[in-house]
């Protein structure tokens, strides 16, 4: 039995689906008005509910709960698979995608399907052409924000990524890696028509133009 009629009223919404409360910014629709109070945060910015650790704020208590397990590093949900821990139940169902192989965001541009929403929203720039992230110093612009951060450093000069062997330092991960075949002696571009192999692949390329120009000179 229900204490109140009223409340039976907004539980028999569970079962017609029935949204009564209307946001008048949005036009969303919700079963209770506390739904709606809460959904009206979205536009109007408020975040009433603050961490007592940090002074961080958010719009529903749910959340600030959730935030409190950055302070007390509780992880109670748990992957089936591999038994890593994590704190909230949407961050292992992104993680379970690892193991299942699931991709459920699919670009409508060209089929191709992700496992996360963020990556597809990233992937969708290669369509649209939009480059957000922009430096601030000579104003070149990127559609991901790990690549301006990679950018900036031709401004900073910083090279994080240095070679155990020589001591030299780069830019990039990809920029070390190609120097670290100067080590091994690791030449894994091969010409396809004389066997010739190279440590970059730009000069793999530079090379078959030189059995470009010679089938193109010699008479037919």
């Not at 704020?57 to 748990?78: D, I, M, Q, W």
């Not at 052409?129 to 991901?144: L, M, N, T, V, W």
Request: some cysteine.
């Amino acid at each position: 039995m229900f204490a109140r009629f009223a409340r039976l009223v907004v539980h028999r919404h569970v079962h017609t689906g029935e949204k009564p409360h209307r946001c008048d910014l949005c036009e969303s629709s919700f079963t209770t008005s506390e739904n709606l109070k809460i959904h009206r945060r979205v536009h109007t910015g408020e975040q009433p509910h603050r961490c007592d650790l940090c002074g961080s704020t958010f719009a529903t208590s749910e959340n600030l709960k959730v935030h409190g397990r950055v302070h007390t590093g509780e992880k109670p949900y748990r992957c089936e698979h591999c038994g890593k821990y994590f704190s909230t139940s949407s961050q292992v169902s992104k993680h379970s995608r690892v193991h299942t192989g699931e991709k459920p965001y699919k670009c409508e541009h060209c089929g191709k399907a992700f496992s996360r929403s963020d990556e597809l929203k990233t992937h969708l720039r290669v369509h649209t052409g939009e480059k957000p992230y922009c430096c601030e110093q000579c104003g070149a612009s990127f559609s991901r924000s790990d690549h301006l951060q990679i950018h900036r450093r031709i401004h900073t000069g910083e090279k994080s990524h240095w070679c155990e062997q020589c001591g030299k330092a780069f830019i990039t991960y990809s920029k070390l890696k190609m120097h670290q075949r100067v080590h091994t002696a690791g030449k894994p571009y091969r010409c396809e028509q004389c066997g010739e192999s190279f440590a970059v692949s730009r000069s793999l390329k530079s090379h078959e133009l030189i059995h470009t120009s010679s089938n193109l000179s010699e008479p037919s």
